[in-house]
Structure formats: C-alpha cells, structure tokens
Nanobody
Framework: QVQLVESGGGLVQAGGSLRLPCAASGRTFSSYAMGWFRQGPGKEREFVAAISWSGGNTHYADSVKGRFTISRDNAKNTVYLQMNSLKPEDTAVYYC?????????????????WGQGTQVTVSS
C-alpha cells in the first residue's frame, strides 16, 4: 500500500515556475515507477511526465517537454515536478501516481495508487 500526498500548487503568472513535491508513504516507494497527470476544467485526465523506479528513465508529454522536469529522491520517498515557463493552458489539478510496472507508462489505468491532487492556476 502506498499513500501519496501532493503539495506546492498555487496561483502563478504566465512565465513563472512552480515545484510540486509528492510525498509517499511505505517502505517500497523505490520499487514503483511514478507519474504525474493533470486534469484541466472540462477536460479528461492527461499524462504529464513519468519516471522509472531508479530515476534513470523519464518520459514527457509533448506539451510540457523542455519546460517540465520530473525527478525523484528515493531516500526521501518523494517525487517532484519542476514546472517552468508556465502557460495558462497548464492550469489544472495535478496528480501524482505510483505504478508497479518496471517500465515507464503514460496510461492512467496502469497506475495503482493516486494522490488527491493539487491545484495549479496560471494567470495570463
């Protein structure tokens, strides 16, 4: 069992930055691949970024590539999403998720545990 708690959301102007930590409980955090997803107003949940259990493999949605960076600190049971050059279209609730899969995946159904989400609002 893994419990995930996101934080770091808030209101930021376009072009600004935010860093979202996701703290995980449980001794097996380092064995999970981790992902970030988001759901904007009136939109379906979409993949943002994912990282393998070791941190050696990452994958990003085209819409955030070059602006967002996913990383993890297994000693602190935490995964991070650094978001730079934010745009109004990045406004959404951001969720972190944990997957038992060895490979990085973009599919929400392949994730076993989800956090409650944190709101990010980017003003123009």
């Amino acid at each position: 069992q893994v419990q995930l708690v996101e934080s770091g959301g808030g209101l930021v102007q376009a072009g600004g930055s935010l860093r979202l930590p996701c703290a995980a409980s449980g001794r097996t955090f380092s064995s999970y691949a981790m992902g970030w997803f988001r759901q904007g107003p009136g939109k379906e949940r979409e993949f943002v970024a994912a990282i393998s259990w070791s941190g050696g493999n990452t994958h990003y949605a085209d819409s955030v590539k070059g602006r967002f960076t996913i990383s993890r600190d297994n000693a602190k049971n935490t995964v991070y999403l650094q978001m730079n050059s934010l745009k109004p279209e990045d406004t959404a609730v951001y969720y972190c998720a944990a997957s038992r899969l060895v490979v990085v995946t973009t599919t929400p159904a392949m994730y076993d545990y989800w956090g409650q989400g944190t709101q990010v609002t980017v003003s123009s």
